[in-house]
């Protein structure tokens, strides 16, 4: 069993930057595959972008690439989410997730390849 809590979200003006954390605990961090998405009121949850186990490798939604950046320290059991230039557009509740992968390159953007999933965190980017 993976436990996940989020943090960092908060109210910011477009244009702002906000830095989501995701702190990991009770398997061993390294082993799995982590993503974030995001669910805004009325919507699908959708995949924001995933990181593989070892950090080589990520994945970009369209729509954050050039904006957002995400990054893992498996030293401290973390994945991190820094996003920049965030448009109202961008409100949602923000979740960590992760899976256990056969590579360790690997890196999924369905979300029901995801075995762990955090509580969410809400961002709300006003206009």
């Known amino acids: 069993q993976v436990q996940l809590v989020e943090s960092g979200g908060g109210l910011v003006q477009a244009g702002g930057s906000l830095r989501l954390s995701c702190a990991a605990s009770g398997r061993t961090f390294n082993n799995y595959a982590m993503a974030w998405f995001r669910q805004a009121p009325g919507k699908e949850r959708e995949f924001v972008t995933a990181?593989?186990?070892?950090?080589?490798?990520?994945n970009y939604a369209m729509f954050v690439k050039g904006r957002f950046t995400v990054s893992r320290d498996n030293a401290k059991n973390t994945v991190s989410l820094q996003m920049n230039s965030l448009k109202p557009e961008d409100t949602a509740v923000y979740y960590c997730?992760?899976?256990?992968?056969?590579?360790?390159?690997?890196?999924?953007?369905?979300?029901?390849?995801?075995?762990?999933w955090g509580q969410g965190t809400q961002v709300t980017v006003s206009s």
């Open positions: 997730a992760a899976v256990f992968p056969p590579y360790s390159s690997i890196t999924y953007s369905s979300q029901e390849l995801y075995d762990y």
């Open positions: 990181i593989s186990r070892d950090g080589g490798r990520t």
